[in-house]
């Protein structure tokens, strides 16, 4: 871009800054540079045109430009352009988008840079199109009206002068130059132009007048006949008006009377009436004159013979009454009578065609008359309306199947009125509110509301005022005081102006939906009582179950470690670990019921945390590789290498899936056998596989296998144990998470469990530990390492209310140096916790049960934690109630963990590990 175009185009941002009024300009307002380029365009020549300013802008304004005036408009531009100045009134033919030819009159300005250099111009052209087509029109006249002794003018629709013959000086004492294109306003006295104008106007509405005025100059009174001017289309383009001086005319009253002057005068003027003679032969619709009493076609123009199926020969000369059909004739008649009287009538009649077919017609009837008001003739402008008929019946028909309908809604329609009357009903809605239409059509739409709706409408109203549609509910009363409840849909009615001319409102009746919605939250409160008394039972339940198995599992427990001192017969150990198995089967049996409640009633979610995959597998392994290695299988795993790094994703579930999966896997495979753990990563779906070589499934078996209580066999119960509940969790749970699991299996081949679940990468890097995950050691105590080193020392204060439990977690701590000090209840724990710390043996850690009597673990740990000198102690809750809830709200409390019973040693020695051992 050069530096003049650089300059132009910031000319040109603050040109158009200063023509932003002139945006919506009807007139094409452009500037160009010095080479013709369009470089600005207002939206104008959308309609002038038809082109968009995009496909013009950027381009020459010379291919838009006639053929033939191209050389002569580039001639006079250089001129301009070498002179350094603009142009005035320049006609220009462009060339529409469609093909057709428009006159412009252009106007241009020169702009100049800062050094005074041209660099362009600024423009505006106007359509003189319609203009240059009554000039055009006017010619064909002109020759036929210079000898007339009459005046005759042409104006346009603005009232200016376009034609004038010889006469006009004589009549108005003016030269006819000095009103070329200007109003005629000058001509008349204040008197005469109201008159004048009123008359004008009448006339471009289509009417044809006969008048009298006189001229303020010459005072000479005229007789006007004032009739519509047309162009070749029908379209008011203008009004021909004929001044006779009236006095001039009774001198010569004989003379004008004579029609053979007139046919003279016509034949004079053979060319120009030619002209109006290929308007009459080519019109699109048919043009009838007719003569006589009764009536006689004196001349009809092709489209008649064409629309009635008549030859030229068989019209002329027919009766009129020939096409009308007998029933209208009377009708007819009295519309030319009208058009006698008022010189213009338009109708709509039926007509019937050569061949008998009947049609229907509109007709424009003009009355001719001479200069004494006697018809000459009738003119008769026919056009067949039979296409515009036929859609007027069609959209009858579509508003008879739109009432239809509307009618038959099983919604209720209402139009309303700017003041809230209903001014229209369908049936539907009368049903609804039980009153006939009479009864509401009138009123207003409050009338047959509650109080509470009333409010809620003219609020709604305010909203419909300024144009927003809104939907809400409203209650109307019927007229027995039933009350409809209804969801209303209010659109509103807005005018030309943008003013609120009313609403229309859909209205649904959901009397019924209401009633299922409120017997629906009766059944809902009524479900949630019973799942709420369901939890209760359950939580009852467990507690009773397990605080009484806690006592036989954790006593066996204290047997079989003596029974390794002890030389007892090998039946009696055989006895004991029955009675282990059976109290450790049943305590897995209740756990998994409980689990299998929390799951189905919908109240256990996906928990997702950060963590590290490969952490949680290692420990897993740890956990069952020693459980492995007591029964001769060995266990191994694998984990893809692309999954090292952290991902969120729900770590308990997960865990408790793979701890029932890899279970069951070490269950059911037989020593010298192997159990695999393989973990995969496919985009974003984990696959962990447990793969046996055990006793298989059969196949018949396996679409049962994750239904609760179902097993392969019923004697594998008996065999190995289970409750045929551990696979119908572990499915659940992965549904939960948004995954499933798969089996493959062969009968005493070994089975492949496979769990797909989705996950994600972790947001953010999280620390790795240097110790992975654990899990209790399944035989923490008769494992060789010594776990009561860390506990030496140390004083545990349990608060217990059951004495079969207090004697049980003294026996488990027998020999293992910690001073046990017992409470029956949370008000006895608090005054023993206070009394030690007198005494200066502060507990080192609290065992709190929950349900006492007199005050529970809850209550006391909340006062714990509210005193100084107890609030820094750990409290581990040992409790039967194993709901999530239950711990939970022990957490949220302040109590530091949560323990279920049966007591485990295992799990019990971790946590007071957790809390007790010492940093070296």
């Known amino acids: 871009m050069d530096k003049t175009t650089e300059q132009l185009a910031q000319e040109l941002k603050e040109f158009k800054q200063r023509l932003q009024l002139l945006e919506t300009s009807t007139d094409w307002i452009w500037s160009i540079d010095l080479a013709g380029n369009i470089i600005y365009s207002n939206p104008a020549i959308v309609g002038l045109l038809g082109y968009e300013v995009e496909e013009v802008v950027g381009g020459s304004s010379f291919p838009f430009m006639h053929p033939d005036d191209q050389s002569l408009i580039l001639e006079m531009y250089q001129k301009a352009v070498s002179r350094k100045e603009g142009w005035s009134n320049w006609e220009i033919r462009w060339l529409h988008k469609n093909g057709s030819v428009r006159f412009f009159e252009s106007t241009a300005q020169p702009v100049f840079d800062e050094d005074g250099n041209l660099t362009g111009y600024n423009g505006i052209d ?115 008006g004929i001044a006779r001086d009236i006095m001039r005319h009774k001198k010569n009253e004989e003379e004008l009377d004579n029609y053979k002057h007139l046919e003279d005068l016509v034949s004079q003027r053979t060319e120009e009436l030619q002209k109006w003679k290929n308007v009459f032969d080519h019109a699109e619709w048919g043009i009838a004159i007719s003569t006589g009493s009764p009536a006689f076609f004196g001349k009809v123009n092709p489209q008649m013979t064409k629309m009635y199926g008549y030859s030229q020969e068989e019209m002329m000369g027919m009766a009129v009454s020939n096409i009308f059909l007998p029933e209208d004739q009377k009708k007819v008649a009295e519309y030319a009578q009208k058009s006698i009287k008022e010189g213009n009538c338009t109708f709509e009649t039926r007509q019937q065609r050569k061949n008998g077919s009947v049609f229907p017609v509109l007709i424009n009837l003009t009355a001719v008359k001479d200069n004494r008001g006697n018809l000459l003739y009738h003119v008769a402008s026919i056009q067949d309306i039979t296409e515009l008929k036929e859609a007027e019946n069609r959209i009858k028909e579509s508003d008879f199947r739109y009432q239809r309908l509307v009618e038959s809604m099983s919604e209720g329609l209402c139009v309303i009125n700017q003041h809230s009357e209903i001014t229209y009903v369908n049936p ?200 492995a290695r007591q029964k001769g299988v060995h266990f191994s795993y694998h984990i893809d290498p692309n999954i090292l790094s952290p991902i969120r994703a729900d770590k308990n ?57 179902e097993q392969v066999d019923r004697s594998i119960a008996y065999r190995y144990g289970g409750t045929g509940l551990g696979l119908a969790i572990s499915q659940k749970l992965a549904t939960i998470m948004g995954g499933k699991i798969n089996v493959v299996s062969e009968e005493g081949r070994g089975s492949n469990f496979c769990v797909l679940l989705p ?40 608060v ?66 509210s005193d100084p000198e107890l609030k820094n102690i750990p409290v581990v809750a040992l409790s039967a109630d194993a709901f999530a809830e239950q711990q939970a709200q022990a957490l949220s409390i302040g109590m530091n963990d949560y323990l279920t019973k049966p007591i485990e040693m295992d799990n019990l020695l971790l946590v007071l590990q957790k809390y007790l051992q010492k940093e070296s």
């Open 126 to 240: 106007r359509d003189i199109t319609q203009r240059k087509q009554a000039e055009k029109e006017l010619l064909q006249y002109k020759a036929l009206i210079t000898q007339l002794n009459d005046l005759v003018y042409i104006c346009d629709t603005q009232g200016n002068i376009l034609l004038v013959n010889d006469v006009f000086e004589e009549f108005t004492g003016r030269a006819p130059k000095e009103f070329y294109g200007k109003s005629f306003v000058p001509l008349f006295d204040e008197e005469n132009l109201q008159k004048a104008m009123d008359l004008y106007n009448r006339t471009l509405h289509g009417e044809s007048l006969r008048f009298e005025l006189a001229f303020k100059d010459t005072g000479i009174l005229c007789e006007y006949k004032s009739i519509p001017f047309r162009d070749n289309k029908g379209n008011i383009i203008g009004v021909i």
């Open 428 to 627: 539907r809605l009368c049903e609804m509110f039980d009153r006939s239409e009479n009864e509401i059509v009138g009123y207003p739409v409050t009338d047959f509301m509650n109080d509470a709706s009333r409010d809620r409408f003219l609020e709604e109203m305010k909203k419909r005022r300024v144009g927003k549609a809104t939907t809400y509910e409203l209650t109307y009363v019927q007229q027995g005081g039933n009350e409809v409840f209804t969801l209303t849909s209010g659109t509103p009615i807005m005018g030309d102006n943008n003013q609120h001319q009313g609403s229309f409102a859909v209205i649904t009746d959901v009397t019924k939906l209401k009633k299922t919605e409120y017997e629906l939250a009766i059944a809902k409160e009524q479900a949630e009582s019973a799942s709420l008394a369901k939890t209760k039972f359950l939580t009852n339940m467990s507690h009773e179950i397990r605080t009484p198995l806690g006592a036989i599992i954790g006593f066996n427990q204290i047997l079989l470690n003596k029974s390794k001192e002890l030389s007892l017969p090998e039946e009696y150990k055989k006895y004991q670990k029955n009675i282990h198995n059976s109290a450790n089967l049943l305590n897995e049996l209740i756990n998994n019921i409980l689990d299998l409640s929390k799951i189905e009633s919908g109240k256990l979610e996906a928990i997702e945390e950060d963590f590290y995959l490969d952490n949680l597998i290692k420990g897993l392994f740890e956990t069952y590789d020693y459980q």
């Open 653 to 709: 579930k997960i865990s408790e899936i793979l701890i029932n999966l890899i279970g069951n896997a070490i269950k059911f495979t037989p020593a010298g056998k192997e159990v695999k753990l393989k973990v995969v990563r496919d985009n974003s779906i984990l696959a962990f596989m447990v793969i046996d070589h055990g006793i298989g499934i059969p196949k018949d078996r396996q679409s049962i296998i994750f239904d609760a209580f």
């Open 759 to 798: 996950y994600q990468e972790a947001a953010e890097s999280i620390p790795r530990d240097t110790a992975y995950t654990t899990f209790p050691p399944l035989s923490f105590i008769d494992s060789d390492a010594s776990p009561s080193s860390f506990l030496t020392g140390t004083t545990i204060l349990v």
């Open 800 to 865: 217990e209310d059951n004495l079969m439990n207090q004697e049980l977690i003294a026996a488990l701590f027998v020999n293992l140096g910690v001073q046990l000090h017992f409470a029956n209840n949370g008000k006895e724990g608090i005054e023993k916790a206070l009394a030690l710390q007198e005494e200066g043996t502060l507990p080192d850690l609290i065992l709190m049960d929950i349900q006492m009597p007199i005050m529970d673990g809850i209550e006391a740990t909340q006062h714990i934690r």
